[in-house]
């Protein structure tokens, strides 16, 4: 046996490995089951940063959304972009786009097309979001918004003049944000935006990066960096975490509209969303006796209603790194075993 494994063509590794990353798209994509996730720290900071920015001030928040990454990283981040997005769009967050990398624009307009266009149909361009493009200069264009965003973005992605958007109206530097909000592939990204933004200004800072950058960047938090999304995997916990919320915060404004009081509300739609194939059973109960019948057929409708496939795209990517992952780990393991099997034979002889 160990004479068959040490000779073992190579060509069966990769045919195992291409199963381990096959079999797991193919079962996804026809059953639409995603593997549980099991958010870190790290991302449910990142979550209650976005979730809490402007309650200090009592109103919207002002969110900067750098998207500074390029189609090569996309795998990774998009997801974290498209649930940023839609954190943002569902609290009613003002969202200012801009990009320090060239292909940038192209990334925040995705993101825009699958969550806001097809979505939230409702918000309107120059008053809930407005897109300011790609500037070149790298951290030095952080350095002058600093002092002066107008300097550096005179106009947004279509020419407008700032002075003619809405919400740009009291926005002079980056001391008028709430917080940034940034997702990074290398450089100009995270650590710039530490050290020329948040650190220096003192401005709430989350970001989503990759796996080699991550690393770089967790002596920061959470400090200077209150919220952290490593590689997919980062992705995927802030997915389910937006996802559950997102679905709650429906419950809670139907349950509200149903003269359920906001406390009430909010602490009734959280048990409700972690059991959804309860809700049609609890709104025959007494406790739902106050909800009308479109209020209870919205209810079962938002328990049994599929995510969209936008909002999924980080835990379904989990599913074949999780299999390829396992793979490696036993082949690791069964190369040691005949290593050390091959070097006990030679001893003894």
């Not at 590794?13 to 870190?40: D, K, N, Q, R, S």
């Not at 049609?280 to 919205?298: H, I, R, Y």
């Amino acid at each position: 046996m160990m004479n068959f494994l040490n000779t073992l063509d190579r060509r069966w590794i990769f045919l195992a490995m291409a199963l381990c990353v096959g079999v797991p798209i193919l079962v996804i994509g026809l059953t639409g089951y995603t593997f549980p996730e099991t958010p870190t720290p790290l991302a449910e900071a990142f979550f209650n940063e976005v979730d809490t920015a402007g309650e200090a001030k009592g109103r919207r928040a002002n969110i900067l959304v750098a998207l500074d990454f390029d189609p090569a990283s996309a795998g990774e981040l998009n997801p974290m972009a498209v649930s940023l997005v839609h954190q943002c769009a569902q609290k009613g967050h003002r969202m200012y786009f801009i990009s320090l990398w060239p292909v940038g624009p192209q990334m925040i307009m995705e993101s825009v097309d699958k969550v806001i266009k097809r979505h939230y149909p409702e918000m309107v361009y120059g008053e809930d979001y407005v897109n300011l493009g790609f500037k070149a200069g790298n951290e030095q264009v952080i350095k002058v918004m600093g002092i002066d965003l107008t300097t550096e973005f005179r106009t947004d992605v279509e020419g407008t003049t700032l002075s003619k958007i809405p919400m740009m109206q009291g926005i002079t530097n980056l001391e008028d944000f709430d917080l940034i909000a940034e997702i990074s592939a290398g450089y100009p990204g995270s650590k710039e935006w530490v050290l020329y933004a948040a650190t220096q200004y003192n401005i709430p800072f989350v970001s989503g990066m990759t796996g080699v950058q991550a690393p770089q960047l967790y002596p920061y938090f959470p400090n200077q960096l209150q919220g952290l999304l490593g590689a997919i995997k980062g992705a995927a916990e802030y997915e389910f975490l937006v996802n559950n919320w997102v679905r709650e915060d429906a419950m809670a404004k139907v349950l509200e509209a149903g003269g359920f009081p906001e406390s009430k509300a909010m602490e009734t739609a959280a048990a409700l969303a972690s059991k959804p194939q309860q809700v049609s059973t609890w709104t025959v109960t007494a406790e739902a006796s106050t909800l009308g019948p479109e209020a209870k057929t919205k209810l079962i409708e938002l328990a049994t209603a599929p995510i969209p496939g936008e909002y999924l795209e980080g835990q379904r990517r989990m599913g074949p790194q999780l299999f390829a992952h396992l793979l490696m780990v036993f082949l690791i393991i069964l190369g040691n075993v005949i290593f050390f099997a091959q070097r006990r034979r030679g001893g003894g002889a």
